[in-house]
């Protein structure tokens, strides 16, 4: 049995860890609640882009703008964005996106398609860094605030190699929020852009007066719906990984208190033993004394 | 008539106003209640909503103002109040 020092000390060692598992849940629990109110605000937007775009598009304007276009003769040429978090102690989080988007290129690259690979968050660049692939871009200034901002910066240049020829599609990989517990990795095809049909009305009702007109309004709403995809995706993004870290920190803490139970109890008997040997040895002493 | 302004982040206002006055992509357009279906690009500049005496104000930048069945919705990437 070890000695009661040793078990002294590892209790106090789990005892530490599991003070700063503890902050950091109650932590990500408070940031985890402000992304949400963040992913919430986002929706609006992103519904009132998707109803106007579903009511104005019909199949036969499609030919006419660059980011509908259908590639023809396949893909050849693909990128595959991938949002990772920039920090870690989230459990599988990271390692869910990275094997998703791994899935990707691999099914893109059977098809004989040339891919590139766009990455944000340290752990997705840690992750290719180790398997020496290069990336076409990475950055990890976006952090758990993004901006529509940063949204802009990462699918502009994107958008205008797809309206240019030299690229044929998009695939955004990112992590889905559907509630704190439930985040799929999810791959999300961006370019071309498949044009919203939910919140479609059966026949168009209102017959709107259009400025400039409908071709004109599609033109300059689908680059905001594309942008809006991404920027949905960091925030969404973010919110998981507070939820994912959240439910990894609550799961350490608890597996914590179980080890401190188990270790305080063998603590115990060690102490008790000790002090029965001890009482033992000092009456045998006595009785050798007494001869 | 109701109103609502959302931006890419939130939905900054939702209310009843008298009039709307907005940016739209080549000039100026006042929306009084009862307006016509109606939808148009918007420009830069500033949204302008009158409720009774007072007025308030938003800049915003791009994205489309909707105006149907007695009800304005704005819809532009970013929006600030501005005094």
């Known amino acids: ?291 | 008539m109701q109103v609502t302004i959302i931006s890419a982040e939130r939905s900054l206002f939702q209310g009843e106003a008298d009039a709307v006055v907005a940016p739209a992509f080549d000039g100026q357009v006042g929306i009084l209640p009862r307006h016509a279906p109606f939808m148009t690009l918007l420009g830069e500049g500033e949204v302008k909503l009158r409720q009774g005496g007072s007025e308030t104000r938003f800049q915003v930048s791009g994205g489309f103002l909707q105006a149907s069945a007695n009800a304005v919705r704005i819809v532009t990437g970013t929006a600030v109040p501005s005094s």
């Open chain 1, 1 to 291: 049995m070890a000695k009661p020092r040793e078990l002294k000390r590892r209790i106090r060692s789990v005892q530490n860890t599991k003070k700063i598992t503890k902050t950091m849940e109650l932590v990500s629990t408070s940031k985890l609640k402000r992304a949400q109110d963040r992913v919430v605000g986002a929706r609006p937007y992103a519904q009132a882009l998707a109803e106007v775009i579903a009511d104005l598009y019909s199949p036969e304007l499609a030919e006419r703008f660059p980011l509908l276009r259908q590639p023809t003769g396949g893909v050849k040429k693909a990128a595959v964005l991938l949002i990772t978090s920039n920090r870690g102690l989230c459990g599988a989080f990271n390692a869910n996106l990275i094997r998703e988007a791994r899935r990707r290129l691999q099914e893109l690259e059977q098809t004989g398609t040339e891919t590139e690979l766009h990455l944000v968050g340290k752990k997705g660049i840690a992750f290719f860094r180790f398997t020496k692939r290069t990336p076409a871009s990475q950055r990890i200034d976006i952090g758990d605030r993004p901006t529509p901002a940063h949204a802009v910066e990462l699918v502009t240049p994107l958008m205008e190699r797809f309206a240019n020829g030299s690229l044929d599609a998009v695939d955004l990989v990112f992590a889905k929020f559907n509630s704190a517990v439930s985040t799929p990795p999810t791959t999300l095809r961006i370019l071309p852009v498949t044009p919203p049909t939910a919140g479609r009305s059966d026949g168009r009702t209102v017959n709107y007066i259009l400025k400039p007109s409908a071709e004109a309004i599609l033109e300059s709403l689908l680059p905001l719906y594309v942008r809006n995809q991404v920027f949905r995706a960091l925030v969404e993004t973010a919110a998981a990984e507070h939820g994912a870290r959240r439910t990894a920190m609550k799961n350490a803490t608890d597996a914590g208190s179980d080890m401190l139970d188990i270790l305080q109890r063998t603590y115990n008997r060690a102490r008790q033993g000790q002090i029965t040997q001890e009482l033992a040895e000092i009456v045998g002493g006595a009785e050798a004394l007494k001869g």
